[in-house]
């Protein structure tokens, strides 16, 4: 384990900050770390929320203060990751106001209570790190999305425009997937087709539903592969 945790880290460190390879390397060194021999547990009913703390630290300072000590990379990065997540657990014991949910505010005519502003109550994680690393998804996933919106505008291999029903080359992918996929709000099948028949009378609906299904799709998927999608992060 000590010698995948070192390749892990310098994996992590060699990519650009805030980079999609950097991330993805990232959330494979997280998921090694949940099972760090020697990390710091407690009992405390809020554990969860200072190791989710600490992850996000390590993340931010594993490429810029770490510095390995001893002969084992695993025991000095787990000595450097307890020395932080010990004063976040020391936090959740220091005394803090104690306020009930069930009160009403203050100088207020209402009856409302803190518990009524609450928004709706989600259900917890499984722990620190599976919240860390859904944080890290979503991120992941607006990148690849902000990408694929660049991809199909500029469509610099021609792959969308050059995808069209033959004799029909204003139903290409590129202009159904800007009308379907990036106009706000998305423009509807039907008038899409309506408008191409005005170009084109020869046009038929079911030509073009079936050439955005079977063929815009699965180049769009195929695109978005190569962007860094994987099935773990649902588009």
């Not at 004063?87 to 209402?110: A, V």
């Not at 180049?219 to 962007?227: D, Y």
């Amino acid at each position: 384990m000590d010698r995948q945790l070192r390749l892990l880290a310098e994996k992590v460190c060699s990519y650009p900050a805030k980079s999609l390879e950097r991330q993805k390397a990232l959330n494979l060194l997280l998921v090694k770390l949940q099972h760090l021999p020697g990390l710091l547990k407690s009992s405390h009913p809020d554990y969860l929320e200072a190791l989710n703390r600490t992850w996000e630290w390590f993340s931010q300072n594993i490429c810029q203060t770490f510095k390995p000590s001893g002969a084992s990379f695993q025991e000095s990065l787990c000595k450097w990751i307890n020395g932080y997540l010990y004063w976040r657990i020391r936090d959740l014991k220091s005394p803090q106001t104690d306020y009930s949910l069930d009160n009403s505010f203050k100088n207020s005519e209402s009856l409302e209570t803190y518990l009524d502003r609450l928004p709706d109550a989600q259900a917890p994680k499984l722990s620190g790190l599976d919240n860390y690393l859904d944080r890290l998804r979503s991120e992941q996933l607006q990148e690849i999305v902000l990408q694929l919106e660049k991809y199909i505008e500029e469509d610099p291999e021609r792959k969308l425009r050059n995808c069209y029903p033959r004799k029909h080359p204003n139903c290409n992918c590129q202009f159904l997937t800007q009308r379907l996929f990036l106009q706000n709000p998305a423009d509807k099948m039907a008038d899409i087709i309506r408008e191409l028949q005005l170009k084109d009378p020869n046009v038929k609906d079911q030509t073009v539903r079936s050439h955005w299904n079977k063929k815009c799709k699965p180049l769009l998927q195929e695109i978005a592969v190569n962007l860094g999608y994987s099935p773990e992060i649902e588009l």
